[in-house]
């Protein structure tokens, strides 16, 4: 995306002219990379999170903040996907001028990163009612930076 930005900026500014979906592609790329870097993020514990009062509670108080959480996560994430309906419905009939795509392929990753994070936090509630998962200690173990 940014390569064929540059060189549309290239082609304007020397030639006066550029490439007519340099600009379109973004709005069917760039929702897909957030989406992606949400649950992949989220799928490693390594999305932003405050621990400080999960560390201030014992094993089982981190353990029932945990499932709260991810409760919230389920809710959120179900209620967005339901309220964005209308929205894939009419993307449906809305097409990029140049490139003639339909925009609902942008507005689908919004099926892919809320659904996504409703299953992850679905598995993490899990795996805490099970005996499998408490709250991460070491947030810097899992850092991607």
């Avoid at 621990?51 to 509670?57: F, I, K, R, V």
């Avoid at 809305?94 to 795509?101: K, V």
């Avoid at 070491?138 to 930076?145: E, G, R, T, Y």
């Amino acid at each position: 995306m940014f390569g064929a930005l540059l060189v549309n900026v290239i082609l304007r500014y020397f030639f006066a002219g550029g490439i007519p979906w340099a600009y379109e592609i973004h709005a069917l790329l760039m929702p897909w990379l957030v989406a992606g870097g949400v649950v992949i993020a989220a799928s490693h514990g390594a999305n932003i999170a405050i621990t400080l009062l999960p560390g201030m509670l014992g094993e089982r108080g981190a353990q029932i903040l945990l499932v709260i959480v991810q409760v919230l996560i389920v809710v959120i994430s179900l209620s967005v996907l339901i309220s964005s309906r209308p929205i894939l419905v009419a993307s449906q009939y809305q097409r990029l001028s140049t490139l003639g795509i339909t925009q609902v392929w942008g507005y689908a990753s919004l099926v892919y990163a809320f659904g996504g994070m409703a299953l992850l936090a679905g598995i993490d509630i899990l795996r805490v009612i099970l005996g499998g998962q408490t709250w991460d200690r070491d947030p810097a173990a899992n850092s991607l930076s």
